[in-house]
């Protein structure tokens, strides 16, 4: 039996901080288009790592509970790593909240069921999650702990309270990072942590799609005028991750944490301001 890794989404995110941490592990890689788990399960098998493709879908209970019941085959679950979602340009708001809010909720929500005493998990959410004006106290918890299958008929999530596809997206990363903060008390029970990362514009096809579609300006103009002067890699999020799933995060869990080269710091007090 080996400790298990499971990797939702096979972008190149996730590939990053598969490959930081996953070494010596079996590496179940669920993805909802077979042919990207397939193509990054290949490019890391050629790296000596020991990864087994599987179709999953995100937005599906049953789909969760059967790539978490195919792991389980190869031994305990130590890791997550959850990098699934749709952007505001791919996808419409009812499937941004089913996959990036509610999919990543029953993700958490089931993998804490089973995860292994001195387990880990990270999951991305987004720095558009720190754009969106502040929520009440009231609808912070209302996203943090609102039963799973309750979260979609919550009031402000309802479609005459959500303006276009970005803002769902800022919805659904907001109730990431606060669904992140509910369920570390659960993991903490069992021994084990789960923190959110919250990139800003790293170059990845997910990324490429934001560049050519309606806002492709506005991410450009984004990495010009941030602090850091340019689009992040995965490299450097894997960077958080490893800090976060290491021995030396044993006191982190429950947190969120903003990489996004200033991007936000200059959208509340510099030139980004709109
Ligand atoms: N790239 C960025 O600039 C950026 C910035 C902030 C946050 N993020 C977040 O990072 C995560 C990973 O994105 P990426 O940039 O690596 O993109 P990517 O397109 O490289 O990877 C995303 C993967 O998720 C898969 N996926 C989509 N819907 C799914 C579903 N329902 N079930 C299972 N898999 C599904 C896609 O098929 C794809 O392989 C996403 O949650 C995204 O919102 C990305």
Known sequence: MKQVMLLTGAGQIGMAIARRMGYGMKIMIGD?????????AKTMSDAGFDVAPVEMDLSSRASIRNIIAKAQKYGDITMLVNAAGV????????????????????????????????GVGVTISSQSGHRMKQLTPEE??????????????????QPENIRDTLHAYQLAKRCNEKHVMA?????????ARINSISPGIIVTPLAIDEFNG???????????????????????????AELLMSEKGAFITGADFLIDGGATASYFYGPLKP
Not at 140 to 157: F, G, V
Not at 216 to 239: I, L, Q, W
Request: with cysteine.
């Open 32 to 40: 909802k288009k077979p042919e990207n788990a397939q193509a990054i």
């Open 87 to 118: 952007s505001p340009s791919q996808a419409p708001v009812e499937a941004i909240l089913k996959v990036d809010l509610y999919g990543t909720a029953v993700l958490l929500e089931e993998v804490g069921k089973v995860i292994a005493p001195g």
């Open 140 to 157: 912070d918890e209302q996203l943090a702990c609102t039963p799973t299958e309750e979260l979609l008929k919550l009031p402000l999530l």
């Open 183 to 191: 369920e570390s008390v659960k993991w903490g029970a069992k021994g």
């Open 214 to 240: 309606p806002r492709g300006d506005f991410y450009k103009n984004m990495f010009a005028k941030c602090p850091a002067g340019r689009a992040g890699t995965a490299d450097e999020v894997a960077n958080v």
